[in-house]
C-alpha cells in the first residue's frame, strides 16, 4: 500500500509524484522559516511541480478537506476513548489538533494537489534510483 508507485507514497513521504525519489518540499514542514515551500523542480528527474503560476492555490480546496478529516478524527477518537468533554472542551481540543496539524496539513494538500496533475512513471523513476 505504501510501496513505490503509489500514490500514497508520494502523498505520505513528501516525495516526487513521478519518480517518488527527490524531495517535494524545500524543507520539513515543520521548519518554519521555509513553511511548506514547494520546490522549483524534483532534485532527481526534474520535474518542474508548478504547472502555471499559482498552481498550489487549488491545494487550499483539499487542506480544507484534510482538515475537515483530522476535525473528525479528533471527535472519534473522543468518542472511542470516552471522554467526557464539553461542547467547550470539544471545539477547543479540535482547534488545538488542527493548530499542531496545520504546518503538516498544507505540505500534505500540496503533495495531494500535484499528484492529481503528475503520474508516477516506472522508466524514469528506474532511471534516477
Aim: with cysteine; aromatic share 16%.
Amino acid at each position: 500500500m505504501f510501496s513505490k508507485g503509489s500514490k500514497l507514497y508520494s502523498i505520505l513521504f513528501l516525495k516526487c509524484p513521478r519518480c517518488h525519489e527527490g524531495a517535494f518540499l524545500e524543507a520539513h514542514p515543520y521548519k518554519l522559516s521555509n513553511f511548506n515551500k514547494v520546490k522549483e523542480h524534483c532534485p532527481k528527474c526534474n520535474l518542474k511541480y508548478s504547472i502555471e503560476p499559482s498552481f498550489y492555490y487549488g491545494s487550499m480546496y483539499v487542506s480544507y478537506a484534510v482538515g475537515v478529516a483530522v476535525a473528525v478524527a479528533v471527535y472519534v477518537l473522543t468518542l472511542i476513548f470516552g471522554l467526557e468533554l464539553s461542547i467547550l472542551g470539544l471545539f477547543g481540543s479540535i482547534v488545538a489538533v488542527l493548530v499542531l496539524t496545520m504546518p503538516w496539513i498544507a505540505a500534505v494538500s500540496k503533495s495531494i494537489w500535484a499528484n492529481f496533475f503528475f503520474d508516477y512513471n516506472k522508466e524514469i523513476a528506474e532511471k534516477v534510483k
